[in-house]
Nanobody, 124 residues
Framework: QVQLVESGGGLVQTGGSLRLSCAAS????????MGWFRQAPGKEREFLAT????????YVADSVKGRFTISRDNAKNTVYLQMISLKPEDTAVYYC?????????????????WGQGTQVTVSS
């Protein structure tokens, strides 16, 4: 069973950038499509981006398209979320998730495995 650990969150000013990482262990990372989600206080968990097992295809939510990029390095068992031009409304806990599929799952209920989350705070 794959275990996921996110890192790279923190406090950043408006307009700044962060790269989140999600390291996987305990399984065959390349068997899983990976996704990134976020959850702000009092809000539902929001889909951000997903990437296929090989990394050959990605899908990014319209709400963050052009600012967020998902990528993965199967040799390092890690998926990344590069975030630029950050805004205060990007403040949330960011989660990575894994699903054993060939598809690009966008629904949080489809994902089997989740990390513990990493806090991103964007100051105005």
């Amino acid at each position: 069973q794959v275990q996921l650990v996110e890192s790279g969150g923190g406090l950043v000013q408006t307009g700044g950038s962060l790269r989140l990482s999600c390291a996987a262990s305990g399984g065959t990372f390349s068997s899983y499509a990976m996704g990134w989600f976020r959850q702000a206080p009092g809000k539902e968990r929001e889909f951000l981006a997903t990437i296929t097992r090989s990394g050959g295809s990605t899908y990014v939510a319209d709400s963050v398209k052009g600012r967020f990029t998902i990528s993965r390095d199967n040799a390092k068992n890690t998926v990344y979320l590069q975030m630029i031009s950050l805004k205060p409304e990007d403040t949330a806990v960011y989660y990575c998730a894994a699903m054993r599929t060939v598809r690009l799952p966008v629904n949080k209920d489809e994902y089997d495995l989740w990390g513990q989350g990493t806090q991103v705070t964007v100051s105005s």
